[in-house]
């Protein structure tokens, strides 16, 4: 044990079935006691990480360790890590109180001991009282913290959570999210949340792991990979993004829809060609003379909190526009934004490119030593 | 609507009162009479006696041994059955036989278990010599055994597929070993289908005569051979009927206790 925060360790994890390969050579750290989050599209590999580490499944090449010691070939049942399904897994054949003694009694505790740590446990996820109920008749909220008592019975030093929040309506799921966060922060110990919705993960998480095609694209927190993230596919995938094609003219000036403007961005070759990415909440709608850009409104629907109004520029990109104010269908309007509302994605990047790029913004040092792509030519927009 | 649908019934009613209610309703009014047609409760005082009451004993016994043997055989195959790659095919080689007329397959153990038979041979070439298979309560089970074996491998075999793996995976992540995932988990789960599976063994093995003549020579008396050999044999209609209503009753009153018992379980 070298490094005591770190309590999982994938170096350079693959994962095949036959030929196909649902995890490329992943590595990545967790460390104890925070919350992290999983996100990608289904079939992307955040559910095979899960199975690896509960040690449902073994990797094909590459190494797991947890707290220090090489996991690869341990079972699932000598790993201290528990799970919460998606479809949660009680037993249908045992009540409330012997789903979550399930574990404890494997272990071979006395009976006192049992009741104690289930009743427990059970004030823990608010289901006091319960203890004598079927599976059956409970609903689906109540088995879904049935699900997480008989987890965190277990005193795991890592909670897995497979989407768990998938089968709840809405209203629910919401105010789950928030009880997972606390009982997270009261228990103190890590855990790792698997999901496709990034508003969850966005609200939840210390940490999240953007994954894509069995790799992963971006890590850090909710607003770093919210205000910057690193390609198109992280860009749509986290929130609603306008993208469009651009090039950087020098430091520090962007040019994009026919037009340059003053932005933050720095480290690029003269007229490297990159993407645009600027969030639908960072444009406000203005008067045509001090608009930065000018669209002209194609569509309009009212989303409750704001407008998301939808119009084409000149140059014929597509701008969505959250706003408060209303605009008229068929009109022009402007738009202004800040530089520092503009993100400069370059293509190909590797994430450890891009947060050394990050870093230089920070210091205001241009890094001599990030390596520039050879693109030949500047796009014609 | 009703109308229509009342027609669609008829079909089905006409069939349970001519073949189902008719014959019960016979036969209850038959095992009243004695062979002379007078009125009389004797059929039934007779079956208290030792002779009747030891062929009861013979019966549940009987279909009590083919019914362990075939379970101890068919809940290892149907849980094989389940983790195997061609499972429909495996499936279907199991229930072929099932479509096999049932005299057909006696005769063919006779062939096989005969002296001058495939297995005598065998042991023969072995140096164990020539056995007496034929005739014995071990060929009398082992072909029972053989007929109702697929009617209890599936019913369990359904009911291991009815399992959420994730209860599996869920069982191994609280620190369950494998045997103990199978103790504490599949097995409870699949106790309605070996109930089922029971049920559907040992009713109809309760019942058997054709076999106990064939294969085990008349050595074997159930109810079964009893009944046939009444209403054959000593044209003692009463007498048969008599043991007929009583092996009815206890059908009934054992597909209601299990019945219920397997209901429950499913709903849990």
């Known amino acids: 044990m070298t490094d005591n925060k770190t309590i999982i360790r994938f170096e350079n994890v693959t994962k095949k079935y036959d030929n196909d390969t649902v995890l490329n050579g992943v590595s990545f750290e967790i460390e104890r006691g925070k919350f992290y989050t999983l996100l990608g599209p289904s079939g992307c590999g955040k559910t095979t990480i899960l199975r690896l580490i509960a040690g449902f499944i073994e990797p094909s090449e590459g190494t797991i360790s947890f707290n220090g010691k090489i996991i690869n070939d341990v079972p699932a049942d000598k790993r201290q890590v528990n799970t919460v399904f998606q479809d949660y897994a009680l037993f249908p054949h045992l009540n409330v109180f012997e789903n979550i003694a399930f574990g404890l009694r494997i272990k071979k505790m006395k009976n006192a001991a049992i009741a104690e740590k289930v009743m427990e446990a059970l004030r823990f996820v608010n289901l006091n009282g319960y203890e004598n109920r079927e599976i059956s008749e409970m609903s689906g909220g109540q088995r879904q913290r049935v699900a997480i008592a008989r987890a965190i019975v277990n005193e795991p030093e890592i909670l897995l959570l497979d989407e768990p929040l998938s089968a709840l309506d809405l209203k629910l799921r919401t105010e789950m999210q928030y009880e997972l966060r606390e009982l997270q922060r009261r228990l103190g110990i890590t855990f790792i949340f698997v999901t496709h919705d990034q508003e969850e993960a966005l609200a939840m998480s210390d940490e999240i792991f953007v994954l894509n095609q069995g790799e992963i694209q971006q890590s850090g927190t909710p607003t770093d990979i919210y205000d910057e993230p690193i390609n198109r596919f992280v860009a749509d995938f986290i929130g609603e993004s306008n993208i469009v094609p651009g090039r950087m003219i020098q430091d520090f000036q962007a040019e994009f829809a026919g037009k340059r403007f003053e932005c933050v961005d720095q480290g690029f070759s003269p007229n490297e060609p990159v993407e645009i990415m600027i969030r639908p909440e960072d444009l406000e709608i203005t008067s045509t003379e001090l608009g930065d850009l000018l669209i002209k409104v194609d569509s309009q629907l009212f989303r409750g909190v704001h407008y998301e109004i939808s119009g084409y520029d000149e140059a014929g990109n597509e701008w969505l526009v959250h706003s408060t104010k209303k605009a008229i269908v068929g009109e022009s309007i402007g738009l202004r934004f800040d530089p520092e509302a503009i993100h400069v994605m370059r293509f190909g990047e590797t994430e450890e490119e891009f947060d050394r790029r990050l870093e230089a913004y920070a210091g205001h040092e241009p890094d001599s030593s990030v390596p520039t792509p050879t693109v030949g030519g500047a796009r014609n927009d | ?268």
Not at chain 2, 30 to 36: G, L, Q, R, T, Y
Not at chain 2, 158 to 171: G, K, Q, R, V
Not at chain 2, 205 to 228: C, K, Q, W, Y
């Open chain 2, 1 to 268: 609507m009703t109308k229509t649908r009342n027609l669609y019934l008829i079909p089905y009613i006409a069939w349970m009162l001519l073949f189902v209610a008719t014959p019960i309703i016979l036969i209850v009014y038959d095992s009243f009479f004695d062979v002379e047609g007078h009125f009389t409760w004797g059929n039934f005082q007779k079956f208290l006696t030792p002779v009747y009451l030891r062929m009861t004993f013979n019966s549940f016994w009987y279909a009590f041994l083919i019914t362990l043997f075939s379970l101890l055989v068919a809940y290892p195959t149907a849980y094989w059955l389940r983790r195997t790659k061609h499972k429909q095919l495996w499936l279907l080689l199991i229930i072929v036989p099932s479509w096999i007329n049932l005299l057909l397959k006696t005769y063919a153990f006779i062939g096989l278990f005969g002296t001058y038979g495939f297995v005598n041979s065998f042991l023969d070439w072995v140096g164990i010599g020539t056995q007496q298979i034929l005739f014995t309560d071990f060929s009398f089970v082992f072909v029972s055994v053989y007929i109702f074996i697929p009617f209890m491998i599936l019913p369990i075999y359904n009911s291991l597929e009815e399992i959420n793996p994730s209860l599996l995976y869920a069982s191994r992540d609280l620190g369950a070993s494998p045997w103990m995932t199978f103790r504490r988990v599949v097995f409870p789960l699949t106790l309605g289908g070996v109930k089922a599976g029971c049920q559907a063994v040992f009713i109809p093995a309760l019942s058997l005569f054709m076999i106990t003549r064939l294969i085990a020579g008349n050595r074997v008396v159930t109810l079964g051979t009893a009944i046939e050999q009444h209403f054959l044999v000593t044209q003692d209609w009463g007498m048969g009927s008599a043991i007929a209503v009583l092996l009815i009753i206890v059908m009934a009153v054992i597909m209601i206790a299990t019945g219920n018992r397997g209901a429950r379980n499913t709903i849990r």
